[in-house]
């Protein structure tokens, strides 16, 4: 049985997905998002920004139906675990820098 993984994630087309949110810049965006829904709902609005982006939504062409099935073997759960976790661990170094940095102050006037 051969492997489909792809650079850390389940298949090509989440990984290729994840690669252009994080090229596209969105990353941040999904990132708040990430703290204004569910963990369900933040993996539907992942799938609703995906899928509103398809251009040939309405063509019934070949394209169409290729386009529509690799986005259809996308998964969303797991970018939207990743975002998440990335947020998660964005903000406990956030949270580090300010304690070191009220650390430092109090140093500073003890002195």
Do not use: H
Request: charged share 25%.
């Amino acid at each position: 049985m051969t492997s489909n993984t792809c650079n850390g994630y389940s298949n090509w087309e989440t990984w290729t997905v994840a690669t252009w949110l994080d090229q596209e810049n969105m990353t941040e965006y999904l990132e708040f998002l990430a703290g204004e829904f569910s963990f369900g709902g933040f993996v539907e609005e992942i799938k609703v920004t995906i899928e509103s982006k398809n251009p040939l939504s309405t063509d019934d062409s070949l394209y169409s139906i290729f386009l529509s099935e690799s986005l259809r073997q996308v998964n969303y759960e797991e970018i939207a675990r990743n975002i998440r976790d990335e947020a998660l661990l964005q903000s406990e170094d956030d949270l580090q820098e300010r304690i070191n940095d009220i650390d430092s102050a109090m140093l500073a006037n003890a002195r």
